[in-house]
């Protein structure tokens, strides 16, 4: 999915001439109703236009060209909030039909029996229902989401992830769960089905990247409310001054009353049109921003929550270490050299191309200069990785070089005739009680010792722990390790606090005893294990990789599976925040230089004093009432590109955050409009057309 759907610019040919159709869609009434203010523009835009037309028959209270520019500009002001909307549903909408593209119709092989190797018969995925079981082998395309009761196989998810590496799925644990569109590389698989067809975890990421259901967030709702506030106060304003204006004509039998034309277009640049234009759009982006990232949000609220969070629970391997444990020593068997034994390491690494196999070539080359060998002419077969076998190597002649998991190789030496030495189980266990991972190494089915890989923790980590610091956010890491190796490796990793030895329960008390003290607390997790505390959390991000109870649990589901996301996560959601607050800021404050712009031109005739205010300096009360209402339209415009991509991130405080808004979009906010409606006013009086 994430060719087509991250593929796409920000204004795309394929996203604008539907966005433009679906500008004019939203023209409906109860659509428009949604936007309180820009429902005000849409109502002023029907009433100028019928005071156009009546005009137009000469009954008109202002000349026709003026009343028909006027309602022009608030039809261009509405169809430009509808577009920035519509552009940002159907970006969406493209991601969704990209996730489309992965459901493919095939052949399945249904068991009568849960069993590998009883008689299956062929149909249809649209056919299966929840408890069925289906049979699927190497190059198959699993129909439907469903849970391992047999087998184990490596499993191609970059259809749904964008990620090339396979993982393995088998029965039992936290990686039983398939999900549909994605495909079987290796061995075979026995799988129950958990869904019914359209309930798929890909046809749910489907309706929520389309948005049908998506809900206004607490901080929009909030929002929303403060501009129908101030919608209704500027209504009620605007309304009293019509007929102040006609007393105020009758008292001095002098100049003339405003107009209704000039009070919609004053109603219109008074109320916050701009941020009330955009706000959708901001909503609609976030999750699409979110997609992008690969990560599916199940609402708009979840992406909001995350720009406040203040406490980030995060899983030790994969998230702060690599993941990808590293070769860190050669721990040999008695009467077994440490050289005898990396050379066997690195032979039984030759063809493992994976991080942990390239490591041990490594550490083998740092400690006794072994490089890889010549193989040429030699007579020699690799043993790849096996889910099976849960081990790999090389066959030279007759020699057996294999390096694998401790029960694996205990096996493979009983099946060799060889004894399994006691100290080599001592050595692993210390191993496995410091946090690394034991590898055992065998000549011949001889045991010749462990491979200690060890936990590497990633670099700049400790920089990005103090970049959310700064942002006010605790970092606390979670761990099975014993307390000993969590302590150490949270000091190096930089972390606030860590949870060492975690149980489900441990997690659950962890976070509600932060809710406790009025935080917002976000966290990952895969395993069944982790579905209370992701139930818990506020922004639960589950790995796609995990269980259907862990997808079930969060809020948010990562479908690359990799869980420093939820950094990613948190910075996309306080980047909505930002730009919400950043356009609100602006919003408010370039209504200023309309009040300079309308009010004069509007009662100068009844007031002359009211010139005064006219710093500007504008042509005529016309041009200003339009050079005003154009720059309300335009500025529309100019910031749909910011309303979807959002303000740059940056790792800063509220306080801090909030004096940035004020300097760039306050200021900015205040002093642009007097340059744009200026110059709008000095090119319509070049034209003549005012």
């Avoid at 008695?334 to 994976?354: I, Y």
């Avoid at 996560?569 to 909505?576: L, P």
């Avoid at 339009?626 to 991509?645: E, T």
């Amino acid at each position: 999915m994430s060719s087509s759907s991250q593929g796409l610019r920000l204004f795309d040919p394929a996203l604008i001439g539907p966005a433009i159709g679906e500008s004019f869609n939203k023209l409906h009434p109860a659509v428009q109703l949604r936007s309180p203010v820009m429902f005000v523009v849409y109502v002023g835009s029907i009433i100028s236009t019928l005071l156009a037309i009546q005009a137009a028959n000469g009954h008109g209270e202002a000349p026709f060209g003026f009343i028909l520019t006027v309602a022009l500009w608030l039809w261009f002001t509405v169809l430009f909030a509808n577009f920035a909307e519509a552009l940002a549903e159907g970006r969406s909408k493209a991601q969704a039909a990209s996730l489309r593209g992965l459901k493919k119709a095939a052949l399945v092989k249904k068991l009568h029996e849960p069993k590998h190797g009883t008689t299956w018969l062929p149909t249809t995925g649209n056919e299966l229902r929840v408890g069925m079981h289906f049979l699927v082998v190497a190059g198959d395309i699993i129909p439907i989401d469903g849970e391992v009761v047999e087998g184990v196989a490596s499993v191609d998810e970059s259809a749904i992830t964008g990620e090339s590496a396979p993982v393995i799925r088998e029965s039992g644990g936290d990686f039983s769960s398939v999900t549909g569109g994605t495909r079987v590389l290796s061995d075979w698989l026995v799988v129950r089905v958990t869904v019914n067809p359209g309930e798929t975890f890909l046809d749910r990421m489907i309706a929520m990247v389309e948005g049908a259901k998506r809900q206004k967030t607490p901080n929009e709702i909030a929002l929303s409310i403060l501009l129908v506030a101030l919608s209704i106060v500027f209504l009620i304003v605007t309304l009293t001054l019509l007929p102040f204006s006609q007393y105020a004509v009758e008292v001095s039998q002098a100049g003339k009353p405003i107009t209704v034309t000039a009070l919609i277009a004053l109603l219109v640049c008074l109320i916050p049109t701009t941020i009330g234009g955009l706000l959708s759009a901001i909503g609609v982006a976030g999750m699409s921003r979110m997609m992008q990232a690969n990560v599916i949000a199940t609402s708009g609220r979840a992406v909001e929550a995350a720009g406040d969070v203040d406490v980030l629970l995060l899983d030790k391997t994969g998230t702060i270490t690599l993941g990808n444990r590293q070769a860190a020593a050669f721990l040999p068997a008695p009467g077994v050299s440490e050289q005898e034994l990396a050379d066997a390491a690195q032979l039984a690494s030759l063809a493992d191309d994976t991080p942990e196999g390239r490591s041990i070539a490594v550490l083998a080359k740092q400690r006794f200069n072994i490089r890889e060998r010549e193989l040429a002419g030699i007579d020699h077969v690799f043993v790849p990785f096996s889910a099976h076998t849960r081990m790999s190597g090389i066959d030279l002649g007759q020699r057996r070089v294999r390096k694998g998991a401790i029960d694996a190789m205990r096996r493979h030496a009983e099946q060799m005739g060889q004894a399994w030495p006691d100290e080599v189980g001592r050595a692993a266990d210390d191993v496995a009680r410091r946090g690394s991972t034991p590898l055992i190494v065998s000549d011949n089915g001889r045991i010749l010792g462990v491979v200690e890989l060890k936990d590497i923790v990633k670099g700049g980590i400790k920089e990005r722990f103090a970049e959310l610091r700064r942002m006010g956010i605790k970092t606390v890491m979670i761990t099975g390790d014993n307390k000993l190796t969590a302590a150490a490796i949270a000091a190096e990793a930089g972390v606030d606090d860590f949870l060492a030895e975690a149980t489900p329960e441990d997690k659950l008390k962890l976070i509600r005893g932060y809710q406790a003290e009025g935080r917002l607390v976000a966290m990952t997790g895969d395993g069944t294990n982790d579905a209370p505390a992701l139930a818990q959390a506020d922004v639960a991000v589950a790995m796609n990789s995990g269980t259907q109870a862990a997808k079930e649990a969060g809020n948010m589901v990562d479908l690359d599976s990799n869980p420093t996301k939820l950094l990613e996560v948190v910075e996309i959601g306080k980047q909505m925040l930002m730009t919400r607050g950043a356009l609100t800021t602006f919003s408010i404050a370039n209504d200023v230089a309309k009040y300079f712009a309308i009010i004069p031109a509007a009662f100068v005739a009844t007031y002359p004093s009211l010139r005064a205010l006219d710093v500007m300096h504008l042509a005529s009360p016309s041009s200003a009432i339009l050079s005003a209402v154009i720059f309300n339209a335009l500025i529309i415009v100019v910031l749909i590109p910011l309303a979807l991509k959002g303000v740059r991130y940056r790792a800063i405080g509220a306080a801090a955050l909030l004096r940035r808004n004020i300097w760039i979009y306050g200021v900015g906010g205040l002093l642009l409009p007097f340059a744009g409606i200026k110059l709008i006013d000095l090119a319509l009086s070049t034209l003549g057309l005012v």
